[in-house]
């Protein structure tokens, strides 16, 4: 089961730092990411993390979002600086399948499963 939380709504330049709990799971090995999907925009891969350490981003949040996992917990973060209106939607976190990209996880078939969702605004 994976459960997000941490959206909200934020004017642009704002920072926001989502989590998704992990359970029933075993993490020796991990193949995580984040997407989002906006009304008219469909489902956009943001980034990925592994347990080896490769660490992946969509162009369009470089330099912004950074990814990471709880040295402890089962918990992953996705923490977003410098938020634009562009950026508002729904934050889902998935487990990837082995040889999927960054890319594919606009394809369902890409993923093993998903939260539920976490709302993100950023207000002009």
């Known amino acids: 089961q994976l459960v997000e939380s941490g959206g909200g709504s934020v004017e642009a330049g704002g920072s926001l730092r989502l989590s998704c709990e992990v359970s029933g799971y075993t993490f020796t090995y991990y193949y995580m990411g984040w997407f989002r999907e906006a009304p008219g925009k469909g489902r956009e891969g943001i980034a990925t993390?592994?347990?080896?350490?490769?660490?992946h981003y969509a162009d369009a949040v470089k330099g912004r979002f950074t990814i990471s996992k709880d040295k402890v917990k089962t918990t992953f973060y996705l923490q977003m600086i410098s938020l634009k209106p562009e950026d508002s939607g729904m934050y889902f976190c998935a487990i990837v399948r082995d040889g999927a990209k960054l890319e594919h996880m606009a394809i369902p078939g890409a993923l093993d499963t998903w939260g539920q969702g976490t709302l993100v605004t950023v207000s002009a």
């Open positions: 993390i592994r347990s080896n350490g490769s660490i």
